[in-house]
């Protein structure tokens, strides 16, 4: 065989390595996964929420403990009293289902806001998730979230800083 021959069987053998190995890259999904609890707990949008809904909670509450203040400086009174006044009594009653109501709406209102903000944050962060795959080239995205659908991730594969960096900047607009 002369050098000729040899130098086109090596060509041909190298450009069909080539493709082949173009051919697997295309063809082989890109795989990455996230630590659902740490995207979450890191990402801004939430973090603030978090914050609103505890600034709220808490005016509520501050409510609530001048409502019982004023219930108690009114109970002490009507004891106070050796004979019983019955228009103290009859506030006392009033003053107490009053607070006994507001403390029930606001604790059902706290539930409600706080489901709320969760379904805000968590398709906020869906989109967030999907636009890095769609950007960064991935076929899938899996979350291990602890409850066996995603048992080992090698650490290689977890992406969740990178996407927690990706979907805060996206929130911040600086994407």
Do not use: H
């Not at 082989?28 to 809904?53: A, D, H, L, R, S």
């Amino acid at each position: 065989m002369n050098s000729k021959n040899i130098q086109i069987i090596s060509f041909v053998l190298i450009a069909t390595l080539a493709c082949w190995i173009a051919y697997n890259q295309l063809n082989t999904p890109k795989v990455g996964f996230i630590v659902i609890q740490e995207v979450y707990n890191g990402f801004e949008f939430k973090k603030e929420m978090e914050k609103k809904f505890i600034s709220t909670k808490n005016l509520r509450q501050k409510l609530l403990d001048s409502l019982a203040f004023d219930l108690k400086l009114l109970g002490k009174k009507i004891e106070a009293q050796n004979q019983k006044n019955s228009d103290l009594i009859s506030e006392y009653n009033l003053k107490r289902e009053d607070f006994f109501q507001k403390k029930k709406v606001f604790e059902e209102d706290n539930q409600n806001l706080t489901s709320q903000y969760d379904e805000q944050i968590l398709s906020q962060l869906n989109q967030y998730v999907k636009d890095f795959g769609k950007e960064k080239n991935y076929t899938y995205i899996l979350g291990n979230d602890g409850n066996g659908s995603l048992m080992f991730g090698s650490e290689n594969k977890n992406i969740s800083k990178e996407v927690l960096e990706y979907i805060n900047s996206k929130y911040k607009g600086i994407k």
